[in-house]
């Protein structure tokens, strides 16, 4: 099996409290990962070190066969590596369509953005505000969206950096069924162009339907890895994970 990424002993802190403890694990290439695991498990943690977020205190991260100790955010791009964020992370008086252009734009030319990227984007904007189902709303401030919109923007934002790995922290929580089905849809189409996904995610039902592959975490060591349905039924996991 080819890994998209490797982790070996990483290690990361708060307080003296080891939130990520001696972790060795791997997500496969062009697969679906579920990272699971109780509250505290560290798996935002973990999301937050291979994105740049947090730097740990030991350890190897290897990406796509290329190893760092740490992984610095403005590499993130070329490393062609894109998330989403649990919270959210837009720009409230934005529009729409704003957000989605300022992930792909320079940052040296943030106050040219929409005269010299616009056009260079228009394809990849079109496309994207078709597949998140917000081009009614294209100039409609992020504010006003109601939470199932905003979570789709958040997603559109990340498919405008057309990345190889794609990091969702919760993208279904708290939706209606019909967006949970938009964004599973989305996330089946990104597999589909071979793309590698980790998801974090509470319902045990959608990992099961989502996932080729599932990682559940347990005090910042690994409990368990494999396909979702044998990992699910493993007696430690549901003890941990599901409180039986």
Known sequence: MDYAIKIEN???QFMGLKALDDLSLEFPSGQTTGLIGPNGSGKTTLMNVLTGMLVPENGMIEINERRFRKIKPNTLRRLKIARTFQDGRLIEQLSVEDNLLLPVAENRYWHSLFEQHIERY?????????TVRLADYRYKNAE??????RKLLEIGRALMQNADIYFFDEPLTGLFPETVQDIVNILRELKQKGKTLIVIEHNMNLIEQLCDYTVVLDSGRLLA???PAEVLAD????EAYLGK
């Open 10 to 12: 990483l290690t990361k």
């Open 122 to 130: 228009r394809e990849r904007l079109e496309n994207v505000l078709q």
């Open 144 to 149: 006003g969206l109601s939470y199932g919109q």
């Open 225 to 227: 890895k494999g396909i």
């Open 235 to 238: 007696e430690k996991v549901r």
